[in-house]
């Protein structure tokens, strides 16, 4: 049986899609929320983003920062990248890196808190220290 144009049916080509193009190219925003130790006064947010600026890596080189844009708004560093450019991850080893360095890792902790961003939190571990440190402490 021969085949004819007008009895095959061609899959029909779906059309291009913008908004999925438009995702694919957005700008992607990692942030750190430093408000809680900041506000305490043992994490400083304008060291930590010239930490970061000064240590962000692009192509394996230091002071590469094309396509970054690292912006702080109070106690919350945003950086804003292309797409492709850096993980999510390396935000967190910066981020803990300079917690490591000023001493307060032992402290705080580094938590997820959605798909972008990661907030710094005191460890729950450090008040149940404390608590039996002033129990040993008491004389009855």
Known sequence: ???????????????????????????????????????????????????????????????NLSGVAIVRNGNTLTITTVPNTMAKRYLKYLTKKYLKKTSVLD???????SKSAYEIKYRANNVEEE??????????
Not at 131 to 140: L, P, S
């Open 107 to 113: 402290y705080v902790r580094v938590i997820a808190t």
């Open 1 to 63: 049986m021969p085949f004819s144009i007008s009895t095959l049916k061609l899959a029909s080509i779906p059309p291009l899609n913008s908004q999925k193009n438009q995702k694919k190219n957005a700008p992607v925003k990692f942030s750190v929320d430093c408000s809680k130790p900041a506000v305490d006064g043992i994490f400083d947010t304008a060291a930590f983003e010239k930490f970061v600026h000064d240590r962000f890596k692009v192509d394996g080189k230091t002071n």
């Open 131 to 140: 608590a039996e440190e002033d129990d040993e402490h008491q004389i009855f």
